[in-house]
C-alpha cells in the first residue's frame, strides 16, 4: 500500500552517526518520551515462574477432578512483546492460559452465529466421549457414556459438562469465578507468597492479581483463558476486547499468541541493539489522544518489519524508522486502508502458523470504519498532521 525508501539508509550511514543535530533529537526524544524500555524482560520472568508453580499446585489439586487441564501459560501482548507504551508502575502482565479437555471430553469449536461482534466469535461446545477403550484406558474412571446415572453420582466426581459449562458450552464467566476462588486459596502454598502479596482484582472473564512487595513495588498480572485453534497460534479469548461484552459463552478469535511470536522471531534475526521496539514505544507515545489505535500502530510497524531488512533497523536508523512508520500511518489513513496483518498476507514468516483458511482470506481493513464515516477520516488526517 504504502512504498518505503530505504535507500537513503545507506547514503547516509556514515554521517548520521556523527549528526550532532540526530544526536540531539535522539536525546530529546529520549527524554521527553521515556524511550528507554522498562525491566519488562526481567519482571516478565517473575510473573511467567510464579503462574508457573500456581498451576503445578492446581495441576495437584484437581488432578482427580474433570475442570480443564491447564497448560503452561504464554505471555502476550506489548509488556511480554518488550515495548509496553505506559508508564512502569502501569504495565499490565497479560498472560493466556490454554485450556485443554479432561480426561472424557472434548472440546468442538462452532460458529456462533448469536454474536453480535465484528471480531469472529465461537462458542465452545464440550462432548463426553467414551474412555471404555483406547491405547491406554484408565481402569479407575468410569466412563460418561457407558455407565449409569447411579454409578457415576456415587463413584465419581461431576463432569465439566454440569461445573463450568452453560448447557453445552464452555463458560468464560463460570471458568474465571472458578479459577480466582482457586487462587486465593492456593496462595499460601506458592513459594512467592513469603515475597509477595496477592490481591484478586475484580474480572468477569479473566484472573487480574496485583502483587505487592514489602517496598510497595506492585506488578499487576492478567491471566486470559484460551483454546487453541487446531495446531495453530491462533487462539480463542475468553476476555473481550474494547467496549464488546457479548454473551459469556462467546469465546473472541484473538491473534495475540502469533503478534507475540512473530516479535520473538524478530528479536531473534534482528541485530544487536535493534530499535523497532523503541519506535513502537515512542510512536505510541506520539499518538496518543489522536484516535490511531495502539492496535493499528502494531499492525503497521508488523508490515515494515517485513518489508524493511532488519539489519535496517539498528539503532542508528531510529529517526527514519520512525519517519517511515509515521509515513506509512498517514498514507493508509489517506487511502482508507490499513490490512490486517494475518490475513492474505503474502509476506507471512513462515514460523508464524495460520489455520488453512488464513492465507486465501479477503484481507481485513482495520480502517473499514474510515470508509463508512468520511468525517471520521477527516478528522483522523488533521489530528495526524497536527502531530
Given amino acids: 500500500i504504502c512504498e518505503v525508501d530505504s535507500s537513503r539508509d545507506t547514503e547516509s550511514e556514515e554521517s548520521e552517526e556523527e549528526n550532532p543535530a540526530e544526536m540531539n533529537m535522539l536525546w530529546i526524544f529520549s527524554r521527553r518520551f521515556q524511550l528507554s524500555v522498562p525491566k519488562l524482560t526481567s519482571r516478565r520472568r517473575v510473573v511467567q515462574e510464579l503462574l508457573s508453580d500456581l498451576l503445578q499446585v492446581s495441576h495437584s489439586l484437581f488432578s482427580d477432578s474433570f475442570f480443564p487441564v491447564l497448560e503452561p501459560v504464554i505471555g502476550v501482548g506489548s509488556a511480554c512483546e518488550g515495548w509496553s507504551p505506559h508508564k512502569e508502575e502501569d504495565v499490565i502482565y497479560c498472560m493466556f492460559v490454554p485450556l485443554k479437555p479432561p ?13 453480535q461482534t465484528p471480531q469472529t466469535s465461537m462458542r465452545i461446545r464440550v462432548e463426553q466421549v467414551c474412555t471404555c477403550t483406547g491405547k491406554q484406558p484408565d481402569k479407575n474412571m468410569l466412563c460418561f457414556l457407558h455407565h449409569s446415572a447411579e454409578e457415576l453420582k456415587r463413584n465419581q466426581v461431576t463432569s465439566l459438562l454440569h461445573t463450568l459449562c452453560t448447557g453445552p458450552y464452555l463458560d468464560g464467566e463460570k471458568i474465571a469465578l472458578w479459577f480466582q476462588t482457586f487462587v486465593i486459596s492456593a496462595w499460601s502454598v506458592v513459594p512467592q507468597s513469603s515475597h509477595y502479596s496477592m490481591k484478586v482484582l475484580p474480572s468477569c472473564r479473566s484472573c487480574k492479581m496485583r502483587l505487592m512487595k514489602d517496598s510497595g513495588r506492585s506488578l499487576f498480572v492478567e491471566m486470559v483463558f484460551s483454546v487453541q485453534q487446531g495446531d495453530s497460534d491462533i487462539f480463542l479469548s475468553s476476555q473481550p476486547t474494547g467496549a464488546q461484552f457479548p454473551p459469556s459463552t462467546t469465546w473472541l478469535e484473538s491473534y495475540a499468541v502469533a503478534e507475540a511470536k512473530f516479535f520473538r522471531q ?28 495502539v492496535y493499528a500502530l502494531k499492525t503497521t510497524v508488523m508490515h515494515l518489519l517485513t518489508l524493511i531488512p532488519l539489519s535496517e533497523w539498528q539503532h542508528k536508523y531510529l529517526l527514519m524508522r520512525v519517519d517511515d512508520i509515521m509515513r506509512y ?31 486465501e482470506a479477503q484481507p481485513l481493513n482495520l480502517f473499514q470504519h474510515l470508509v463508512q464515516d468520511p468525517a471520521a477520516q477527516t478528522k483522523a488526517l488533521k489530528e495526524f498532521d497536527e502531530l
Fill in 329 to 359: 500511518l498517514r498514507c493508509c489513513l489517506e487511502e482508507k486502508r490499513l490490512k490486517h496483518f494475518f490475513f492474505g498476507n503474502e509476506d507471512m514468516p513462515e514460523e508464524i502458523s495460520l489455520p488453512p483458511d488464513f492465507q
Fill in 103 to 115: 480426561p472424557g471430553h472434548a472440546f468442538h469449536l462452532e460458529p456462533d452465529t448469536m454474536g
Fill in 266 to 293: 524478530v528479536a531473534m534475526q534482528a541485530p544487536p541493539r535493534s530499535c523497532h521496539l523503541k519506535c513502537l514505544r515512542l510512536c505510541a507515545r506520539l499518538l496518543e489522544g489522536s484516535g490511531i489505535s
